[in-house]
Structure formats: structure tokens, C-alpha cells
Nanobody, 118 residues
Framework: QVQLVESGGGLVQAGGYMRLSCVAS????????MGWYRQVPGKERELVAFINSGSLTKYLDSVRGRFTISRDNAKNTVSLQMNDLKSEDTAIYYC????????????WGQGTQVTVAS
């Protein structure tokens, strides 16, 4: 059974920091591209950052320089360090594990709420 379990969300003041973590089980973590997405009510889910199996990273323009994604293959964990948080970063953050070639898979965590108070 595949599980992606996020942790680390909560309430923080603007300008503060927060670290999200996602522990994966039931997949070959080493071959997965791991991503963090976020969604606010009434808007589409957007990609915040991803890190592929070779540790290549990509970021949403609005978070580049403030957020850092990293992975620990030994612990099946992907993390998102978020610094200098802004009110517009408020959203539910979701962890995603994906592979677009064989063996393909696409799994989501349950989401964790991040609220940035201005």
C-alpha cells in the first residue's frame, strides 16, 4: 500500500519559516520525481517545486530563492524548507510522487495546511 504522509504545516507569521516533510512508503522512492504542490480554495493546484531522481530541482517563480526542496533517499523523505514566508503562500500543500515512464506511478499525500499571518 502506497502512502505519502506530510507533516510540518501550521501557522506562522509573515517573514517566518517552516519546514514540510513527506515520508513515502510502498514505492521505489529512488526512482520517483518528488514534488510539492499547493492549492487554495477556488484555484487550481499549482506546482511549487520538484526534485527528480537525479536531484535536479525546479521551482515556481514566486518561491525561487525562498524555498528549497531536498530529498533523502535513505529515509524515503522529501522536504520543503520555506523561508521568508508571505501571506500569499497560504495554502494546502500536497506531496506528490510521480514517474512518467515505466514503471509509471502518480501518488498524492493528504495535504497539510500552511497559514501565513500578515
Amino acid at each position: 500500500q502506497v502512502q505519502l504522509v506530510e507533516s510540518g504545516g501550521g501557522l506562522v507569521q509573515a517573514g517566518g519559516y517552516m519546514r514540510l516533510s513527506c515520508v513515502a512508503s510502498g514505492i521505489d522512492f529512488r526512482i520517483a520525481t518528488m514534488g510539492w504542490y499547493r492549492q487554495v480554495p477556488g484555484k487550481e493546484r499549482e506546482l511549487v517545486a520538484f526534485i527528480n531522481s537525479g536531484s535536479l530541482t525546479k521551482y515556481l517563480d514566486s518561491v525561487r530563492g525562498r524555498f528549497t526542496i531536498s530529498r533523502d533517499n535513505a529515509k524515503n523523505t522529501v522536504s520543503l524548507q520555506m523561508n521568508d514566508l508571505k501571506s500569499e503562500d497560504t495554502a494546502i500543500y500536497y506531496c506528490n510522487a510521480r514517474r512518467t515512464w515505466s514503471p509509471t506511478f502518480d501518488y498524492w499525500g493528504q495535504g497539510t495546511q500552511v497559514t501565513v499571518a500578515s
